[in-house]
Structures are given as C-alpha cells and as structure tokens.
C-alpha cells in the first residue's frame, strides 16, 4: 500500500506463529525492480522463545535493481530466557540504488527480570554493490550478565543499528551530520554514535534504556535519512 502518496510501497512482513520458536527456519527473499521504492516493516516486536535444542534461523536477502530505494525497518527482537537465534541479512545494491537498514533488540524482558537470561545471539549484516563490499557486521553473543555493562552495552536493555547505503550520493558528510544532531537532540536515555563508512554510507549505534527511547532514536535517525537521501518527510506507518 502507498501510506503517504509519494508513490512507494509499503509491506508488514508477518510470521503466523507470533513469534519465534526452536528449530524454526525462516528465509526472506526480496527483489526491488528497477525505479522501485519499497518499506518493509513488522507489526510490532517479534518474540525470540526458549529453545532446548537447535536455534532459530532467520535469513533475509534483499536485491535492489538500479535506482531502487529500499526501507528494511523490522521492529526490535525480544529474547527470552533461554533463547537460541542465528539470523542474517544480505543487502544487494544495483548503481544507483539506496537503502535504509534497521536491526535491533532487546536484552530481555527486564522488569520481569529476563535481562541476558537468552543463551544464544548471533546475527550479522552484509552489504554490497558491483564494486564490492559495503558494510559487514557480526555479532555472537551468550547471554551474559557481564555484558551489560561497560564496554558492552552499559546498562542499557535497548541495542541498535540504523545502516544508510548510498554509494551515489555526493554528500555522506551532511548525512553523517544530520543523523547525529537529531540524535544528540534527544539522546536522555541512551548512548548514540555516528559514522561515516569506509565508501558508500553512514551507520548509526544506538543503546537506550527503554522501548520508547529506542522507537523514539530509531525514528529519528531514519526521518534524517529519509531527508538527506531522498528530500522525503518522515514515513509514518500507522502500527496499531
């Protein structure tokens, strides 16, 4: 559905179950065509359930044709005691093509006392263009009480990553900027960090304290990208 009229495709990726369980393998395909604009979101968090066995894997690959401008903007996990997940997104960038990238989540459910009680998370970005790569993160974690605090994610519950791919675009410097002033604007419970890639983006860290402290961050940074990138207001996708 086009939410604001500006002519781009709006899609909330579902899972039947609710959530995640043990064992389960979900795969994610996308192609964007040629000139396309597509957001693709969820409904809300997505629970990450305990697992006595073999963990959860979660694979999305995305393929954005030339000039094409993806939004990949899932809300949070939440990983709950006992948690196993492995997931993966590969981002695929034609000439000319742009994406927004957002990945994070929660250490736990913490006023039910559920912080770092997961056993397993591993999740990783990769992105590229013809000319190579653009970005690859990883990261493996059990779910340690340790590493929540400094040099980890210090005391917040909340982490993420908001990722702006714009091999193309002239002015990453103005983008890095932009996304930091509004971040530091209302920064209160978290921790932010902005920088500008090696070639081709501008990434942006995140730790909050709170669910709405985070969705507050996440949007703002996304708005100022959406700006700079493409002269486009905020993109209000009406969840329930």
């Not at 995640?20 to 396309?36: K, M, P, W």
């Not at 714009?166 to 996304?179: D, K, N, Q, S, T």
């Not at 969705?215 to 209000?236: D, I, V």
Request: glycine share 12%; hydrophobic share 45%.
């Amino acid at each position: 559905m086009d939410l604001d009229g500006r002519g781009a495709a709006t899609l909330f990726l579902l899972n039947p179950t609710g959530g995640v369980l043990g064992g389960d393998r979900l795969e994610t395909a996308v192609e964007l065509g040629a000139g396309s604009q597509v957001c693709l979101s969820t409904p809300s968090a997505t629970r990450v359930y305990r697992s006595s066995g073999r963990p959860a894997t979660q694979r999305t690959t995305i393929r954005v044709a030339e000039g094409a401008r993806l939004e990949y903007v899932p809300d949070h996990l939440i990983l709950s005691p006992g948690a196993r997940l492995a997931q993966s997104l590969d981002v695929e960038l034609a000439p000319g093509a742009s994406a927004i990238v957002a990945d994070a989540w929660a250490v736990g459910r913490v006023a039910r006392g559920e912080a770092w009680g997961f056993d397993l998370l591993d999740t990783s970005i990769v992105a590229r263009d013809s000319e190579g790569l653009l970005y690859k993160d990883r990261l493996v974690l059990e779910g340690m009480p340790g590493w929540g605090g400094l040099g980890g994610t210090e005391g917040m519950a909340y982490v993420a990553t908001i990722l702006c791919l714009a091999p193309a675009h002239p002015r990453l410097r103005e983008l890095e900027r932009g996304i930091a002033e509004r971040l530091a604007a209302q920064a209160g419970e978290a921790t932010v960090g902005v920088t500008t890639l090696a070639r081709g983006g501008v990434v942006a860290r995140i730790l909050a304290a709170t669910a709405p402290a985070l969705q507050g961050l996440m949007g703002s940074a996304w708005a100022a990208a959406r700006a700079e990138l493409w002269s486009l207001p905020p993109q209000l996708l009406r969840k329930m």
